[in-house]
């Protein structure tokens, strides 16, 4: 496919929200002492773990504009059009995530209700688990 066809706004906007999903991802790792996202806050007070818990959250928002939300203006089949490259990429995302569809499909899930019961709405949750791939 041709990028010819599609509006260079729009790739812009797309690259610029694959930047701030990974930008805020590696803000979230960085700052737990073993910096891939397990082990104890660098910082463990109070303002540590609320900014570290927002580089989390709007992580979060922005690959479910990416990746959960079909619909969404810049889900990634809104930027490759053509079946086969779909087809390609979706491959290529699997191998790269090691897992099938229908983990993919899981772990996609998981996110979406991440975000829709603490992120975006406060649902009846009192305690949430990050989702892990």
Avoid at 77 to 106: C, K, M, Y
């Amino acid at each position: 496919m041709s990028l010819a066809s599609l509006d260079p706004k729009f790739l812009r906007r797309v690259g610029l929200l694959c930047c701030h999903c990974v930008r805020n991802i590696a803000y979230y790792r960085v700052g737990f002492v073993n910096e891939d996202g397990s082990g104890d806050l660098k910082q463990q007070t109070q303002f540590g773990a609320t900014v570290n818990g927002d580089m989390l959250d709007i992580a979060v928002l922005e690959w479910c504009k990416l990746f959960a939300d079909r619909k969404a203006v810049h889900h990634w089949r809104r930027g490759i059009r053509d079946e086969p490259e779909q087809q390609r990429f979706l491959e290529a995302l699997l191998r790269h995530a090691g897992t099938n569809e229908s983990g993919w499909t899981r772990y996609v899930d998981s996110v979406r209700v991440y975000r829709d019961k603490f992120v975006a709405h406060l649902g009846a949750c009192q305690i949430f688990s990050v989702p892990r791939s």
